[in-house]
């Protein structure tokens, strides 16, 4: 008896999280982009918030670097990418796949995310939004610079969360649900992402910084 209401207690507990869930698979199975767009600006948007008041406990909120986080999270996370997992890796792959299934080319589909999709397309789009909303002065040439200082560390970073969490994306996860999946695990990685932006960018607000940077501009490409 007493276990029964333990379980009949409980079921009350979550009824709300469990509603929410089943109406968010139901949303993305009927509505995948919208589903995937919003996902990903709002947890952007939040993983900042948590990185900027809880793991740095900044006085003063940083609106700058947040809205650069959430143009961020709508225009290429939820679109770009969204675009890039569910249909070019989906046409690049498919006669792989239709040969050795998804779990076969998921190896495949992680190493074309994590060694070119991510070094080459999403950090320079990524420190290129950034440059433009801050208004840098040169946006593309600071953008460079940024992605020059920064890529090794920030590629580390993000393989050591990521390589294991897209091969279980891309061998288990539905399609439809797979933008969702990377959100989850995304918005994690944002939070990581934003704690070291925000170490970077106090670092190169300080004088030797700021001189250093100024040396590496005159040196890039026009």
Same mark, same amino acid.
């Given at each position: ?7 009949? /207690? ?30 990903? $600006? ?16 900044? *006085? ?34 498919? $006669? ?34 950034? /440059? ?51 959100? $989850? ?29 100024? *040396? ?7």
């Amino acid at each position: 008896m007493a276990f029964r209401q333990v379980v009949q /207690s409980s079921k009350q507990l979550f009824a709300p999280a469990t509603n929410f869930g089943q109406w968010y698979v139901a949303t993305a199975k009927k509505h995948p982009f919208p589903t995937a767009f919003f996902t990903s $600006g709002i947890k952007t948007s939040l993983a900042d918030i948590i990185a900027q008041k809880v793991v740095e406990k900044k *006085e003063d909120f940083d609106w700058t670097r947040h809205a650069a986080f959430v143009t961020f999270g709508f225009a290429y996370l939820g679109s770009v990418q969204y675009y890039l997992y569910n249909v070019k890796f989906v046409q690049w792959c498919g $006669g792989l796949t239709a040969q050795v299934g998804h779990a076969g080319v998921a190896p495949l589909k992680t190493f074309m995310d994590q060694a070119i999709h991510h070094p080459f397309m999403y950090f320079p789009t990524f420190y290129t939004v950034k /440059s433009l909303v801050e208004r840098q002065p040169h946006p593309l040439e600071h953008a460079y610079n940024k992605w020059r200082n920064e890529i090794w560390d920030s590629c580390k970073a993000l393989w050591t969360l990521w390589v294991p969490a897209q091969v279980i994306n891309f061998a288990f996860v539905p399609r439809y649900l797979r933008v969702p999946f990377a959100a $989850g695990v995304s918005f994690l990685w944002c939070i990581i992402l934003s704690t070291m932006q925000g170490k970077y960018d106090a670092e190169a607000s300080k004088p030797e910084g700021k001189k250093l940077e100024n *040396e590496q501009g005159d040196t890039a490409p026009a």
